[in-house]
């Protein structure tokens, strides 16, 4: 069935994390349910208002119902970083387990109401929310103490965002950030303010954004063949492993979908170039899914075997 992440999260708090995976079309889909199908492993599967205005929110909605009928998986269905109440609303009365209300662009009192207000038409009808304080970083922002302090979560801040929101759970920032380019130099991110966080509000699920690894095996095929991605860098799988035991529960990724999907296609289009026919290139990219997934959810996530 299409289940809320409330008992995903209890499960996992503080051993394991759950993959948060951005879906746009079926062989995305397809290829991350047949890997959290061989792995028995807790899913949730996310879409941006991005994804729903490119596939449309029937479309998705009846995809992701087919891969629940078809896995007979419990998955999670979550809108990522909804930006006012309407959307919230929308994915609410149209079938998400799950929403995002993201208003960490907001100053903290008007970041506090328009959460709550989500949280009180959802848990109205049963539904989950998400919210996020702090602001993720750009490549070169939040490198010295004070940077940090002003775009990173606040741990005490934190705290009452939770206890005054009523959220479900909560998105933070510790350095991470959207896309292929997440570090300038070292990977690093902020372990000693999420360690504060977790203890400020404990046993409560903690999201990690921007949490590709951005994989060099992808952005090699990628520029093998064609592509032109340069100096791409994303947060080493021992981060988020780290991060997995410390309050973390979702993981969120869409980055290294992307780079696996484009990197098969580019490399069957450019070895068989007598071809035409989509499914010569998009079986192959929803296989590199599905073993990408699979390497997260059991090397990464540790969330394998965990239904
Ligand atoms: O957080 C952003 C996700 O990667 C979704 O990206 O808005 O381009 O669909 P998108
Ligand atoms: P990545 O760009 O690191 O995959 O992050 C995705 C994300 O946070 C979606 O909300
Ligand atoms: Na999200
Ligand atoms: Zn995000």
Redesign the pocket.
Known sequence: PLVSSAEMFKKAYGNYAVG?F?VNNMEIIQGIVDAAKEEQAPLIL?V?AGARKYAKHIYLMKLVEAAVEDTGLPICLHL??GEDFEICKACVDGGFTSVMIDGSKYPFEENIALTKRVVEYAHARGVVVEGELGRLAGVEDAVNVSAKDATYTDPDQAAEFVRRTGVDSLAIAIG?S???Y?FKGEPQLDFDRLAKIAALIPGFPIVL????TVLPEFVAKCNAYGGQIKDAQ??PEEMLKKAGTMGVCKI?????LRLAMTASIRESLAQNPDKFDPRDYLRPAREAIKNMVKHKIKNVLGASNRL
């Not at 954004?209 to 590709?212: K, L, M």
């Open positions: 948060a951005n996310q941006s990522d970083h991470t959207h896309g292929a997440k954004h921007g949490a590709s994303g947060v969120n990724i869409d980055t290294d």
